[in-house]
């Protein structure tokens, strides 16, 4: 029987805070985005509309993947140890984290 490794997402973002590079915030993520320089990015499942779909856009275009976090802003801030909710942050380097083996988990792009 083949065992099914399952990542705490909270604790891979938080991780990924801690020991990686991470950008907050759309406007800088959709400036990375456009130069390539990321590996993911993060959404909240409560991210505006509007945001939401310009990412995925010029993620598409970019070859980058989405993940939309299972939670809301509010969440995804205290998950990243920040006391303001976060509606997208990406990723540029990992660090010690797991975080991009979510991307096996729920792809938006």
């Avoid at 705490?8 to 130069?35: C, H, L, M, N, W």
């Avoid at 993911?40 to 779909?53: G, R």
């Avoid at 303001?84 to 096996?104: C, H, P, T, Y």
Wanted: hydrophobic share 40%; with cysteine.
């Amino acid at each position: 029987m083949a065992e099914t490794k399952v990542i705490d997402e909270k604790k891979a973002i938080r991780r990924a805070v801690d020991t990686g590079k991470v950008v907050f915030g759309s406007k800088k993520t959709v400036q990375e985005i456009k130069t390539g320089s990321l590996k993911m990015v993060i959404v909240a499942s409560n991210c505006p509309k509007d945001i939401k779909e310009r990412i995925e856009h010029y993620s598409k275009l970019s070859d980058i993947s989405v993940y939309v976090f299972n939670g809301t802003g509010v969440e995804l801030g205290s998950a990243c140890g920040k006391p303001f909710s976060v509606a997208v942050l990406n990723v540029i380097s990992e660090g010690n984290s797991q975080v991009l083996d979510l991307l096996g988990e729920n792809i938006e792009a």
